[in-house]
């Protein structure tokens, strides 16, 4: 995996700024469309979901700005040192406060298990939120088996940054020397209609050796 290296604490609270001004998920889960295959991983995403890898992200912010999102597309690019991928809903781009995204970082694992590594990762996003006054909640923590690997560790989270409400399903793996880090955010009323395509999505995800 290249060196973009981005800490847990930070993958929160770049999603939750990320999710100010953007569109909704509503693709079908039977319904998938676009493979994209970055540096050192392949992804499928749903139907009518846009986004492109660390090198694409010009095109994306560009296409972000043409939709009305200049500041998600600022924020894109500001951050795209840190971001292997970025990817959103393009349905019904301009009608919502949330934008429905996937960012994908990654960072070295050192001496850390998943375990372990989540365990003060969290630790420290909770820290960190309550010093910032935002609401922070995990609803669910688990390692467990998804799509191409044996121990995934998968957290569910409901945070309110600045006034604005977000889910957010994360996905950690551990592969070799570093753990991949796969992030979707959406409104609370669209997360629940739409947990199985991100679910779907994590099961395309492969890591390339």
């Avoid at 993958?11 to 889960?29: M, P, T, W, Y």
């Avoid at 469309?33 to 694409?56: C, N, Q, V």
């Avoid at 609370?188 to 395509?197: G, H």
Wanted: glycine share 6%; charged share 30%.
């Amino acid at each position: 995996m290249k060196k973009f290296f981005l800490t847990t604490t930070i993958i929160i609270l770049l999603v939750a700024i990320l999710a100010a001004g953007g569109c909704s998920a509503n693709a079908q889960v039977t319904h998938v469309a676009a493979e994209f295959i970055g540096s050192d991983f392949e992804l499928t995403l749903p139907e009518k979901w846009d986004g492109g890898t660390r090198d694409e992200l010009d095109l994306v912010a560009e296409d972000l700005k043409e939709a009305g999102k200049v500041e998600v597309a600022d924020r894109v690019i500001a951050n795209k040192k840190d971001l292997l991928f970025f990817g959103y809903d393009t349905e019904d781009i301009t009608g919502n406060d949330v934008i429905s995204n996937l960012t994908i970082c990654g960072e070295p694992s050192g001496s850390l298990s998943l375990e372990e590594y989540i365990e003060i990762s969290y630790e420290n996003i909770a820290s960190s939120y309550e010093e910032a006054g935002h609401d922070f909640k995990i609803i669910e923590k688990d390692i467990v088996p998804i799509g191409n690997y044996k121990e995934t560790g998968r957290i569910v989270v409901d945070q309110t940054v600045d006034g604005v409400s977000t889910n957010v399903l994360q996905y950690i793996v551990k592969y070799k020397n570093d753990f991949w880090i796969l992030t979707f955010t959406a409104e609370p009323e669209k997360f629940d209609e739409n947990i199985e395509i991100f679910e779907e999505t994590f099961e395309s995800f492969k890591i390339m050796e």
